[in-house]
């Protein structure tokens, strides 16, 4: 066990190395400068500028100081905001990010893991077809428009939530309803086949043989054993939160990361943009390395070792 | 003694032919895989509809160079124009638009000829709408195919490759994978559109970059399973070639996974291309994807509804549409996992 995790954190590290990486000489091949209006600065300023954010360095010295600050959790100076540390600007907007990728993902699951069971249960009914309609609904709708939608009819048509900014829970509603949606479609697919599975084994029909209800199969032989390899699909739901919480932050102006990273984006201020790769690429690592362990302790029939597999 | 029986040759009659044909014959006609697959996939309404709500839409989209010919041709004086048809008297389809509470005729207030009337009306520069989410679409299957053609190519390679030779090459293969599974998909796609800027190559090849990996994965797990099949190893005595192999052996048995995995890619690539679009990075103005078309069209999304409301329909659409065909697909090709 020891060495099986010493070796995934070896390659956790080994990846975030080779990502912080390639994101720094992407950002080197990059076309434009970070200069807003260049024509109007004299070489001098422009000497000024570069040597303020360390651009005058032969690249290799750039590379060598970026890899060893960003080990230390230092990102360099965001080039959008005066001299605002990279760190900084994540650390001050982790907060509403967390919270909701957190909301979204606990409303996901759960519904998912509801509809999903109740449509394996009630398998080729019309309750199977239209929570197998609205999941796919879910998948197909892009979480843009869902936000957009959201926000029209159940912000501004029925007063119900604020429409955008960001103060206490009511404010948490609209964006968590628009990204939970993916994380919900997924689960309750995959909830929907695991137990379609584990209701026709063998433990199930004799727990029914024994005149156990029909509620307690379901809830003490059927839920617990389709749940198991539900851990596996955390990572995925992971990245797809990322990739909702860019844009539906941006409609509902929401003061979190990726509102952030995509403003950088526009903006080609690249120690932000590199920042939140690292950040994003490190959190989806640690989801996937949470994965395997939770996966390898509450299923024992999963063996971790040290070889690969 | 026994007596001996003597048997003529005459004293054998000759079965009938007919006969023990008969008692053998295959009334159903036989079935190729394909054949047996399609039978299976029309037996599923929704897949089966879903795939001709496709063909429709390909068909119209891929005309559209042809039928939305000036989809970029704007008339300043005729902007923002709801949607009209004539003879329809619908409201939202017969040219009004509520303006601060009262329903008006938009064509009569800014003097747009009688003749003159946009289907799905105009955009802020008073484009065609209609053209532009022809054209939209367009872009967006185009880049949604190309992408996972891509896809297809190097996964289903790289994937073979991997199983094929084992040993060292599988474990540096996967690893390769691993690191690249291992970044959100999105930050790459974001990065790589920084560098190549805008552009139906750039996105395709940024939605490409790591959609392949999927498709590897599944591959090289197919591959090893067929790898000690024992036909594979009869070529193998027989001296056959590996690539031959592959391509006779490997692929055909490869080609329902293969399949089901393109049908689940085309709209994940039609997501993403969206998104970028969305976003500003991806397809560039003035060509329009539904993107793009979305991300205007949400501007405007308060007064003029209709702007959104069509790209984002024509979207959402076509991502059903994918996803239940590709379900349906997914049951025809392997009916073990059709519902039991």
């Known amino acids: ?309 | 003694m026994e007596e001996k029986m003597k048997l003529a040759p005459d004293a054998f009659e000759p079965v009938s032919k007919k006969e023990a044909l008969d008692d053998e014959k295959i009334v159903a006609p036989s079935r190729t895989f394909v054949q047996d697959a399609w039978r299976r996939l029309k037996q599923n309404k929704a897949s089966y509809i879903c795939l001709w709500i496709l063909v429709v839409i390909g068909l119209i989209a891929f005309t559209s160079p042809i039928t939305a010919s000036h989809p970029n041709e704007s008339h300043p004086n005729y902007a923002n124009l709801p949607p009209k048809i004539p003879g329809v008297n619908i409201n939202g389809l017969n040219g009004t638009s509520v303006v601060a509470g009262k329903r008006v005729d938009a064509y009569k207030q800014n003097n747009v000829p009688s003749k003159v009337h946009y289907t799905l009306g105009t955009d802020y520069l008073g484009r065609s709408l209609a053209q532009r989410i022809l054209r939209g679409t367009l872009v967006s299957l185009l880049i949604g195919l190309f992408a996972t053609l891509i896809d297809l190519i190097v996964g289903v390679g790289y994937g073979v490759v991997s199983a094929w030779k084992g040993g060292m090459t599988d474990i540096v293969l996967q690893r390769i994978i691993e690191v690249i599974s291992s970044v959100p998909n999105i930050v790459i796609m974001v990065l790589l559109m920084l560098v190549l800027k805008g552009g139906m190559l750039p996105i395709i090849l940024a939605i490409a970059f790591n959609g392949w990996t999927t498709m590897a994965r599944l591959t090289r797990a197919q591959t090893l399973q067929l790898k000690s099949q024992e036909y594979v190893l009869a070529a193998r005595t027989l001296g056959e070639s590996t690539f031959k192999i592959a391509l006779k052996h490997l692929l055909p048995n490869l080609s329902s996974v293969i399949i089901i995995q393109t049908m689940f890619t085309i709209p994940t690539a039609i997501f993403f291309e969206a998104f970028l679009s969305y976003i500003g990075i991806g397809i560039q103005a003035p060509t329009a994807s539904l993107g793009t078309l979305i991300s205007d069209g949400q501007k405007n999304f308060q007064f003029l509804p209709y702007q959104m409301w069509y790209p984002a329909l024509m979207l959402s659409v076509i991502m059903i549409a994918f996803n239940i065909l590709a379900d349906g697909l997914r049951d025809a090709f392997d009916p073990r996992t059709a519902r039991r």
């Open chain 1, 1 to 309: 066990m020891a060495r099986y995790l010493a070796k995934r954190i070896f390659y956790l590290a080994l990846t975030l190395f080779l990502i912080a990486s390639i994101t720094f000489f992407l950002m080197k091949l990059m076309p434009g400068t970070p200069l807003n209006n260049q024509a109007k600065l004299s070489p001098q300023q422009i000497k000024v500028i570069y040597e303020h954010y360390g651009l005058n360095k032969p690249v290799w010295q750039q590379y060598v100081n970026y890899i060893l600050d960003a080990a230390h959790g230092n990102f360099g100076l965001s080039f959008q905001f005066s001299d605002q540390p990279v760190s900084y600007l994540i650390s001050s907007r982790i907060g509403p990010s967390m919270q909701l990728g957190g909301q979204a993902m606990i409303v996901g699951v759960i519904l998912g893991i509801f509809v999903g069971s109740l449509s394996a249960i009630r398998k080729n009914t019309w309750v199977d077809g239209t929570s197998t309609f609205i999941s796919i609904l879910g998948i197909s709708i892009p979480s843009f428009v869902l936000a957009i939608l959201l926000q029209y009819y159940l912000g501004l048509k029925l007063q119900l939530f604020p429409i955008a900014d960001w103060g206490g829970f009511s404010y948490t509603v609209l964006p968590t309803l628009a990204l939970a949606a993916s994380p919900f479609a997924e689960t309750s697919r995959f909830v929907r086949t695991e137990m379609v599975d584990v209701l026709g084994s063998d433990y199930i029909e004799l727990a029914r043989a024994k005149g156990l209800s029909r509620m307690g199969i379901v809830w003490h032989h059927a839920l617990r054993n389709s749940l198991i390899p539900l851990v596996t699909v955390i990572g995925p739901l992971t990245a797809a939160i990322m990739t909702g919480s860019m844009v539906v932050e941006n409609i509902f102006s929401v003061p979190g990361i990726g509102e952030q990273f995509v403003k950088s984006i526009l903006v080609n201020d690249y120690p932000t943009i590199m920042g939140v790769t690292l950040l994003y690429s490190a959190l989806l690592c640690a989801m996937l390395l949470l994965t395997d362990l939770v996966y390898g302790i509450i299923d024992p029939r999963i063996r971790i070792t040290g070889k690969g597999e």
